[in-house]
C-alpha cells in the first residue's frame, strides 16, 4: 500500500484512507435529500445561536440546554438510519448499550470527578494564590463575541491537550481506548477511559468573566459543530463548513487504522486550529481502531492504561533475578 503524500507525510500506507474532498462520495437521491443534507448543519448552528440569542430569561437556563442537547442526538439518531455515511457503521444493540453506558457514565462519575478536580476548581486554586480576579472586560464584548471565544478558548485548550495525549506517553494510555472504537455514531465521543475523559474536558474559561447567556451560546457553538465528529451520516457540506470546522471526514481519519492518519485532525470543534498548526488531513476513513479494529470490552477498556502502564514500568525499570548458579552434580 502506497498512501497519499499530504505534506511531508505518507498518509494511507497501512490502512486504505480517502484523501482529498473530490475523492469522498456524495449524497445519493434527488433534490430534497442533497438540500437537506447539504444545509441541515448550517441551519442547525444559526437556528440554536438565534433562539439562545433570543430567548427569555424565563427558559434560557442550563436545563432548557440539556433537552435541547438530548433532542438533538435523538434527531442525529434517526439521520443515522436514514442516510448512513457507512453501512459497517450501523448501531448494534451491543453498540448502543455499550454506548448508553459512558453516556450515564458522564453525567455521574465524570461529572462529580470535576466538581473536586475540574477546571472550575483549579481556576479557582489559581486565582487565589496569585490574587488574580478574573477578566471583567470580557463582559463588555457583544454576546456572540462572548459566546465564541469561550468555545475557542476551550476547542485551542482541547487541541493542545488532545494532541499531547498522542505525543507524551502517560497521556496516551488513558486516550487510547478511545481509539479502539471500531465505529463512529452519535455517542461514541462519550466512550472512553475516565482518566482520559476528565482530562479532554479541563479549560481555561474560568479565567474570564462573562454572561450566563454567553456561555449557553457557547455549548450551541459545540452542540452544533462537535457533535458531527461521531455520527454515521453522509452529508454534503459546503466547503465552507470543511474548512472551518471539524467534520465526522476528519474525525474517521484520525480513528483510522492508519498511523500518520491519526496524528492529525486533534480538534474539538475548529478545524481551521488544525490547519494553523498544520496538523489538518481533508479525507475520511471507513476501517477505524487500534490493532486492526479490535474491539475492547468494558472491563478492559476500565483497566487498559493501569494494566499497560505496569507493563511498561515493569519492562522498563524492572530487574529480572539472575539465573542460579548450578554445578554439575559429581
Request: proline share 5%.
Amino acid at each position: 500500500m502506497d498512501g497519499v503524500r499530504v505534506g511531508k507525510r505518507i498518509i494511507g500506507a497501512e490502512a486504505p484512507v480517502t484523501i482529498g474532498w473530490e475523492n469522498i462520495p456524495r449524497v445519493e437521491g434527488g433534490p430534497v435529500k442533497q438540500f437537506i443534507f447539504t444545509w441541515f448543519q448550517p441551519t442547525m448552528l444559526f437556528a440554536m445561536l438565534a433562539f439562545w440569542y433570543y430567548a427569555p430569561n424565563s427558559i434560557a437556563k442550563a436545563s432548557t440546554a440539556i433537552g435541547i442537547g438530548i433532542g438533538f442526538k435523538v434527531l442525529l439518531l434517526a439521520l443515522e438510519w436514514v442516510n448512513p455515511r457507512f453501512a459497517s457503521w450501523r448501531l448494534t444493540w451491543k453498540e448502543l448499550a455499550t454506548d448508553l453506558f459512558y453516556v450515564g457514565l458522564g453525567y455521574t462519575l465524570i461529572r462529580m470527578m470535576g466538581s473536586f478536580a475540574g477546571s472550575g476548581v483549579m481556576v479557582k486554586a489559581v486565582q487565589d494564590l496569585m490574587h488574580w480576579d478574573k477578566a471583567t472586560w470580557f463582559i463588555g464584548l457583544p454576546l456572540l463575541v462572548q459566546a465564541f471565544l469561550i468555545s475557542f478558548i476551550f476547542d485551542f485548550g482541547q487541541y493542545w491537550m488532545h494532541r499531547g495525549m498522542h505525543n507524551w506517553y502517560p497521556l496516551w494510555l488513558p486516550h487510547s481506548v478511545h481509539h479502539y472504537i471500531t465505529q463512529l455514531n452519535i455517542n461514541k465521543g462519550a466512550v472512553g477511559n475516565p482518566v482520559e475523559l476528565f482530562l479532554i474536558g479541563l479549560g481555561v474559561g474560568g479565567f474570564f468573566d462573562f454572561l450566563p447567556r454567553a456561555a449557553l451560546m457557547a455549548g450551541a457553538f459545540g452542540l452544533a459543530i462537535g457533535t458531527y465528529q461521531h455520527i454515521n451520516v453522509r452529508f454534503n457540506s459546503p466547503k465552507w463548513w470543511r474548512f472551518l470546522f471539524n467534520t465526522t471526514e476528519h474525525h474517521s481519519l484520525h480513528h483510522s487504522q492508519d498511523f500518520e492518519a491519526t496524528r492529525s485532525n486533534y480538534a474539538g470543534s475548529y478545524i481551521f486550529i488544525d490547519r494553523m498548526f498544520g496538523t489538518c488531513v481533508d479525507g475520511e476513513a471507513e476501517l477505524l481502531g487500534l490493532e486492526n479494529g479490535r474491539r475492547m470490552s468494558i472491563r478492559e477498556q476500565m483497566t487498559y492504561p493501569f494494566t499497560e502502564g505496569w507493563k511498561t514500568m515493569k519492562e522498563k525499570y524492572g530487574r529480572s533475578a539472575p539465573a542460579p548458579l548450578t554445578e554439575p552434580a559429581e
